[in-house]
């Protein structure tokens, strides 16, 4: 679904002069083709998962066009079939037009009519597998919240199931939008702890004069206007879970005092005499490199690696394209349940914002999209994607697909190499100009 993949074109002549000649137009239109001599034949080729068209002619021995179409239209209705003709079949064509063929070519036809009637079918075909598979998401919602078959989500999954049941504390990574507390309440809910609170603590959203009394609480009378204690954020995750989302925000003038929660296990409440003892478990999220910012003094050293236990990355949606159509159906059934705005159908336009668009807000940008196209709310039209030229998408989509490949290998050089069918050099002049680097897909001691 929603696949920038080739589709095949069957077409189906039983004049071989004809056919090799169609078939060869198609292919220098980079059209893939499948040519067949008869009917049967083709017709025996054509299976359940077709995604394709078909281009027959309909005067031919056994099996005709019009019966081909016939067979195929039962098979599938919604299955485009484009009829070629001479000049004694026009009438038949038009009355096969009416019964739901897609087109029909009088011959003799021009190698750019057939070629613009194949395309249009294509894209035709195209919207109605992706309708179909919307349909098929909102029936069957998947298993995991963490929504991908990518081998990044594949691994992700696997360890945060692994690392949920591991009294450890995590750093979760990833951009804005990639779903870090998604990962952090994953981790709490697959825990021992699961029972017990799961506070979450936005750590850029706190002023820093307040933050110790959020964070740590106060004693009576320990603060202006306070004449009672006050039980902090990390007292009340006790025996449960806390998590610190956007750590890298977090006041420099408050990291000392986090620290010595994380090293000792135990909260001293402004203004309090004795601290007091803590069970919990810490999962911190952060949005940028905390051991650049470490380096940069904006980020306690000390405190980035006693974060820095267990940790784990959420990709950016960019770097996992082929999880973009899954998501997507997932998100228009979760906005046709929450809205009750049903009959929601892929358009061409929307299916090209998909494939083009660069999603720097990731997946949370992608479920705003789905809910506002199933709302219409941009009536029809599709926010315009960050235009790129052509030479720009080419390269885009060769630095996806090094990454996938460096992904599936684990950043094994030799055979991504190997799986991509290119030569050493040329694999190592594309990693430079997508400025990847195979150590980064390794899998970290």
Same mark, same amino acid.
Not at 219 to 232: H, I
Not at 255 to 270: K, T
Not at 292 to 303: K, P
């Given at each position: ?13 039983? /004049? ?72 004694? /079949? ?193 999962? !911190?999220?952060?949005?940028? /490199? ?39 159906? !997932? ?115």
């Amino acid at each position: 679904m929603i696949g920038a993949g080739a589709q095949a074109v069957f077409f189906v002549d039983d /004049d071989a002069p004809l056919r090799e000649a169609n078939a060869q137009t198609l292919e220098l239109a980079g059209l893939p083709v499948r040519a067949f001599a008869d009917a049967a034949t083709a017709l025996a080729a054509i299976g359940p998962a077709f995604d394709g068209v078909v281009v027959s002619d309909i005067r031919m021995p056994g099996m005709d066009g019009l019966q081909l179409f016939a067979r195929l239209r039962a098979m599938d209705p919604e299955l485009p079939v484009i009829l070629i003709t001479g000049h004694a /079949d026009v009438p038949m064509a038009v009355g096969a037009l009416r019964d739901g063929a897609f087109d029909f070519l009088p011959k003799p036809f021009a190698a750019d009519h057939l070629v613009a009637s194949v395309r249009r079918a294509l894209a035709h075909r195209r919207l109605i597998l992706d309708n179909r598979a919307l349909r098929a998401a909102a029936a069957s919602p998947p298993d995991s919240p963490l929504i991908g078959d990518s081998p990044a989500m594949v691994r992700l999954r696997e360890s945060v199931a692994q690392v949920a049941r591991a009294e450890v504390d995590v750093l979760v990574e990833g951009e804005t939008g990639t779903g870090k507390e998604l990962v952090a309440a994953m981790l709490h809910r697959g825990s021992a702890r699961a029972a017990r609170p799961f506070i979450a603590v936005n750590c850029a959203a706190l002023p820093p004069a307040q933050a110790e009394i959020e964070l740590f609480g106060h004693a009576a009378d320990a603060v202006p206007y306070g004449r009672f204690e006050r039980a902090g954020r990390i007292e009340a995750s006790s025996r449960g879970t806390l998590f610190l989302d956007e750590i890298d925000g977090m006041p420099l003038e408050v990291q000392p005092r986090l620290l010595r929660v994380l090293e000792e296990r135990e909260v001293l409440p402004v203004g309090a005499e004795r601290p007091m003892p803590l069970d919990l478990r810490v999962i !911190a999220s952060a949005k940028s /490199d905390l051991r650049e910012l470490s380096r940069r003094g904006a980020f306690r050293n000390d405190l980035y690696f006693r974060l820095n236990v267990v940790r784990l990355s959420i990709p950016p949606l960019r770097e996992r394209r082929s999880d973009i159509a899954q998501l997507f159906a !997932a998100f228009v059934a979760e906005a046709v349940t929450q809205t009750g705005q049903g009959g929601f159908r892929m358009t061409d336009a929307v299916r090209r914002h998909l494939l083009d668009h660069d999603w720097p807000g990731n997946v949370r940008e992608l479920r705003n999209f789905a809910f506002s196209a199933v709302l219409n709310l941009n009536d029809g039209a599709v926010p315009v994607a960050q235009h790129q030229s052509l030479p720009d998408r080419i390269a885009a989509y060769e630095a996806m697909l090094l990454r996938e490949t460096l992904e599936t290998t684990r950043g094994n050089v030799a055979r991504a190499i190997e799986l991509l069918g290119i030569p050493r050099k040329t694999f190592y002049d594309k990693m430079a100009r997508a400025g990847l680097a195979a150590a980064q897909f390794r899998p970290r001691d």
